[in-house]
């Protein structure tokens, strides 16, 4: 038996080759360029890029074997040397390697951003360095929320040492990952992205990993940077209010039962958008004499074992909890309003094995090689491409444009072959919008082998009303029902909420929003000084990569707003309103010509009027590009 805890010093040829046989090809001929101080290997095995084949890289088996006899002969020196220190390698060699493994020419104008990205030798390149004579004495950030953003929010002050106080209404840290607990909750970006640039863990045990472990990850980061000192659990902000004369946000909460009040210079808010449950328009909701949840806050003291079990909802976290609790259920009914566009992802719930683990643990920059392998083709390119409207365009039915056509065609060739020849099954499970009109659901099959099981069944019937034994639908059929899931997603267009910001001039920034958030580059607002939103309006993902790295950039650009005003010596630093209207005429425009702005489609992407509110309409490179760094000219100063 091999023990896969052995480095790579002490490993035999075999526990190499056997490691070799798991390998992602690119990335391990990435990594030979290191091992060996050369990339002439790069013309014997060229990979390209697969559609809905996250590890598939179009390689013959003849090729991938050379690529292995070639790694297991570079690794084998390496370990027979001692495991030498191995020589930076030049930037042209650099350039070539990511062209390489993502089999394009990569464009000038990109290196930046992706070698930021691939950060090959552990730099931090996207802190922001601030003056330390310039902090003044006593200023003080206050962060509201301690999930993703809130911790990394905390770390890039801590790196500067400015002082901060974290708020958190809930009694644990972690944010979503603490709220979250429904049976099959996990994170729907690959594993390798969905970690901090300044943090990576290359040692998950899945490639999409559930919630208890995206938890304990950033827990553990909590508390190597010491955080846990400057959070006050169980307490909810109720008003933050700037005042005018002091240039100061007077922040009212109330802990542990208690009201009080604190004062900080500066807010960020980190309080998220999929946090606060949200449930359907149906009458009768209160007269269900069953057991009724929403699946954001589940019950876990009630057994389904044998019961009758209606789930009204079929998004992304219904497609993570019903293949989970419909073996214990006697019977499952599930409602679909409007169905989900499956993306085929093989990988969903595939773990890592201890061969993989070792790789990314062992062998020299094969865990960074693989997870930039990941970000340039699920992000960089991803489907962005096939979400364009064409001007004019008069193709079939729920399409925006001949990409857009071809995407749905893989798409619903993928649900046929999973439906088989039950052609009823498969009207259901066909969506009537464009590919990405609505947030799709990975899927690796397991969605459709459990609603094919004997005691499940997808109703596409609307719903009446929820009575006393459970639902009717409008053909006044009652469906009776021990107990009622609700997974109907979350009030993501209520920003803030519950939560009231006054900012200048007495304004209540939900109220002047009303139900129409705008922000400049998601992350602040006009008229409220010194206040920052992390993931804002329109700075959520619809295909591909993970929100970490756009919180990540966010980010930076509030680091560079707080440089601006310390290091001018300013109390305050305000975004100009001509410009947030600008920037927002500019998004709006973009928004409307993309999957999730077309105007038959409705989702919770839109608001009331269907202004897409909540979606970043770019490439992962301009969204980069906006937050490098602030222009002070987008900047009053006081």
Not at 408 to 435: F, H, N, T, V
Not at 546 to 566: H, N, P, T
């Amino acid at each position: 038996m091999i023990d896969w805890q052995l480095p790579i010093s002490a490993a035999s040829d075999e526990q190499i080759e056997t490691a070799l046989a798991q390998a992602h090809i690119p990335a391990l001929m990435s990594t030979l360029m290191h091992l060996t101080g050369n990339r002439d290997h790069f013309c014997e095995v060229r990979p390209h890029f697969v559609m809905f084949a996250e590890e598939e890289d179009g390689l013959s088996e003849k090729d991938r074997n050379r690529a292995r006899e070639l790694a297991l002969d570079a690794l084998k020196k390496y370990r027979d040397s001692g495991c030498m220190e191995l020589a930076r390698p030049s930037s042209e060699d650099v350039i070539a390697a990511m062209n390489y493994i993502t089999g394009t020419d990569i464009a000038p104008e990109e290196v930046p951003f992706l070698r930021e990205e691939l950060n090959l030798f552990g730099e931090d390149g996207r802190r922001v360095q601030i003056e330390t004579g310039a902090i003044a004495v006593g200023f003080r950030v206050l962060i509201i929320g301690t999930g993703m953003s809130g911790i990394l929010a905390a770390i890039r002050l801590q790196q500067e040492g400015i002082p901060f106080l974290m708020l958190e209404k809930n009694p644990e840290m972690t944010g979503t990952w603490y709220e979250n607990t429904y049976p099959g909750c996990q994170v729907d970006s690959a594993n390798h992205l969905y970690s901090y640039i300044l943090e990576p863990n290359h040692q998950w045990s899945g490639h999409y990993s559930g919630s208890a472990e995206l938890k304990a990850y950033f827990n553990r980061i909590v508390d190597k940077y010491g955080l846990r000192q400057h959070v006050r659990l169980n307490t909810q902000v109720e008003r933050a209010s700037f005042d005018e004369k002091d240039n100061r946000w007077k922040v009212e909460f109330t802990s542990h039962g208690v009201r009080e009040v604190l004062f900080a210079d500066t807010i960020i808010s980190a309080v998220g958008q999929l946090n606060s449950p949200k449930m359907p328009e149906i009458d009768g909701l209160d007269s269900f004499e069953g057991i009724a949840f929403h699946s954001a806050r589940w019950e876990h003291e009630h057994s389904l074992e044998g019961k009758r079990v209606i789930v009204i909802g079929t998004g992304c976290s219904a497609a993570q909890f019903v293949p989970r609790i419909a073996p214990q259920c006697g019977e499952l009914k599930v409602f679909q309003r409007s169905a989900p566009w499956l993306l085929p992802t093989e990988t969903y719930h595939q773990p890592m094995s201890p061969q993989e683990l070792w790789l990314f643990r062992e062998v020299p920059f094969y865990a960074r090689w693989y997870r930039f392998f990941l970000f340039r083709t699920l992000a960089v390119d991803g489907l962005l491409p096939f979400m364009y409207s064409e001007p004019g365009w008069s193709g079939p039915p729920g399409t925006i444009g001949a990409a857009n056509e071809m995407l749905r065609g893989a798409m619903i060739e993928s649900l046929q072959e999973q439906a088989g020849d039950d052609a009823a099954l498969l009207a259901k499970l066909i969506p009537d919008y464009p590919p990405g009109g609505k947030r799709p659901v990975l899927d690796d099959g397991a969605w459709i082998s459990t609603i094919k099981r004997d005691n499940v069944h997808l109703l596409t019937d609307r719903i009446a009303r929820v009575v006393a034994e459970g639902v009717v639908t409008k053909d006044g059929t009652l469906h009776e029902a021990d107990i009622i899931i609700y997974g109907t997603g979350f009030k993501a267009d209520q920003f803030l909420v519950p939560m009231q910001v006054i900012g200048r001039d007495g304004v209540d920034l939900v109220s002047q929003w009303n139900g129409d958030p705008k922000a400049y580059k998601g992350v602040v607002v006009p008229g409220f000084p010194n206040f920052y939103c992390l993931y804002g309006p329109n700075s959520n993902i619809v295909v591909g990569s993970s929100i970490v790295f756009f919180v990540e950039c966010q980010l930076r650009y509030v680091m560079g707003c707080l440089k601006l005003q310390l290091e001018k010596g300013c109390h305050t630093i305000e975004c100009r309103k001509e410009v947030m209207d600008s920037y927002n005429r500019r998004i709006d425009a973009l928004n409307r010509q993309r999957a999730w702005g077309a105007p038959s489609v409705s989702s919770w992407y839109k608001n009331s009027t269907g202004r897409v509110t909540q979606n970043w309409p770019g490439t992962h490179r301009e969204w980069w590009e906006e937050t490098l760094a602030p222009d002070p000219k987008d900047f009053l100063f006081n």
